[in-house]
């Protein structure tokens, strides 16, 4: 069992997609989603840009149950309610089911999203950077607490990563018993709206 975290910098609801019946890993954090399998674990941490009270506080954590590709994840009708539709609600416009293969080029298209540019055209930055993984990582048990994010008990903040990447932990133990601790928590699933949520549809430059 492995246990990745890493700093949010943006959320808006897009990386992750949290809006239920589930939360996917779609874009973003490539080497996370080549590298996660099945009964791994993901979390992801406030950042001090934010202000402080989100630093160190736990937005959500996932414990993948599917690892789809691209193309699996755009065919499959489960997901459908994910691709981005922008003259939808705000929640449709940040919908992370964005990349499937042309069948005419066989290259990958990059859907009019949250991480295209003006118009649908191709944002070259967010393409290159989510490519470096062809993978989707779904789950149905998650807690995504968002703007209301928690604090974790002292004995789990060595799961918090500090800057760029992301952190893997292998520790069978000490994992198994924070997943007691979120089992404590209560209800699972879309708990609190994404931090930007509340703000104007923004489109991320990939800068």
């Known amino acids: 069992m492995v246990l990745f975290s890493y700093i949010i910098t943006r959320d808006y609801g897009f990386a992750p997609n949290p809006f239920p019946p589930y939360c996917t890993l779609a874009t973003c954090k490539p ?3 080549e ?3 099945s ?3 993901i979390l ?3 950042s001090a840009a934010k202000g402080g009270s989100m630093k160190g506080r736990l937005v959500y954590a996932m414990q ?3 690892k789809l590709t691209f193309d699996q994840y755009w065919n499959d009708s489960r997901f459908f309610y994910k691709r981005p539709v922008m003259n939808g609600s705000k929640k449709q416009r940040y919908g992370d ?3 499937h293969t042309d069948e005419r080029t066989k290259f990958f298209i990059q859907e009019d999203s949250h991480h295209s540019l003006q118009n649908g055209l191709v944002n070259k930055d967010n393409y290159t950077r989510d490519l470096r993984s062809k993978y989707v990582l779904i789950s149905q048990k998650y807690w995504y607490w968002g703007k209301d994010a928690v604090r974790v008990p002292s004995k789990y903040q060595v799961f918090i ?3 760029i990447g992301q952190k893997k932990v292998q520790n069978d133990a000490l994992i198994l018993n924070f997943v007691t601790w979120l089992e404590s928590m209560g209800s699972l699933g879309y708990i609190g709206a994404p931090f930007k949520f509340q703000r ?3 489109r991320y430059n990939g800068k």
Do not use: L, S
């Open 35 to 37: 590298h996660a399998n």
């Open 31 to 33: 080497f996370i989603r």
């Open 97 to 99: 089911n964005i990349y």
């Open 64 to 66: 993948v149950q599917g």
């Open 44 to 46: 992801g941490f406030g």
């Open 161 to 163: 990563h500090k800057g």
């Open 39 to 41: 009964g791994d674990w």
């Open 200 to 202: 104007d549809f923004e």
